[in-house]
């Protein structure tokens, strides 16, 4: 059966086909869902626009989150294209390759601003505007990663940023539990992919969960995508507020 017919949702975070907002997509899409993608700029429009032909019904849009007038022209855009929003899929993250390296200590005003901005705020400023198009309620995912809650390698400024977005995404669910709009977010395993790119070392982190990790392996993107699915399927109807590890088990372990 179709878990998500009839259901809108709006997919921003696509870069490329290993983004894991593709992955995320292609799950919804299976389950009948309609999409709109947003994209950053210009730079990835073209690709954005290819992926998005090849899901039947979908709308591609612009959106860079860090333009509050780019956020009040994509709940136009979507209220007139679309009506009522059923879900969101938040998938962007970003800090400056110099802060994702070395010491945390060294992180500048500058950088932490802007990965929190770019990583957490968009969140907040994403919710707030898109909230009023859900009228029959819905559910806002993100995606985290567990160096929110431990110290990783590397990781540094975006450690940060992922616990604020997580504690952004408890308080979001507790605002907007009342207009039945769950929130909550994904934390990966870590996954090849183009943000992946930024962190050093990152080898060795893929062959430590390997070692490691209960099940053995890396996370694939469509794993995250059939939680997702779930996440913004009726199937989670009692979940809000909730963190769900999609990581092949490595966050218990040493
Ligand atoms: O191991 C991993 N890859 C994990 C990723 C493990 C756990 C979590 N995550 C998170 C990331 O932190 C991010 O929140 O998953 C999310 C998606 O990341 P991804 O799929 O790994 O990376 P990518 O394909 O690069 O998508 C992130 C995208 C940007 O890509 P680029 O590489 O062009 O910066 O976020 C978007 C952009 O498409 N993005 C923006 N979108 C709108 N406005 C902006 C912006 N200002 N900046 C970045």
Known sequence: GELLAGKNIIVMGVANDRSIAWAIAQSLAEQGARLAFTYESERVEGRVRKLAETIPNSIILPCNVTVDEEIDKLADNLKSEFGVLHGIVHSIAFAKA??????????????????????VFSLVAVSQRLAPLMTEGGSIMTMTYMGAERVMR???????????????????ANDLGPKAIRVNAISAGPIR???AKG????????????????????????????????????????????????????????
């Open 199 to 254: 962190i050093s070392d990152f080898n060795s982190i893929l062959k430590q969960v390997e070692e490691k990790a209960p099940l053995r392996k890396t996370t694939e993107t469509a794993e995250v995508g059939d939680t997702a699915m779930f996440l913004l399927s009726h199937l989670s109807r009692g979940i809000t507020g909730e963190v769900i590890y999609v990581d092949g088990g490595y966050n218990i372990v040493g």
């Open 98 to 119: 110099e802060d994702l390296a070395g010491e945390f200590v060294a992180t500048s005003r500058e950088g932490f601003a802007l990965a929190n901005d770019i990583s």
């Open 154 to 172: 590397n990781y540094n400024v975006m450690g940060v940023a992922k616990a604020a977005l997580e504690s952004s995404v408890r308080y979001l």
């Open 193 to 195: 992919t183009l943000a």
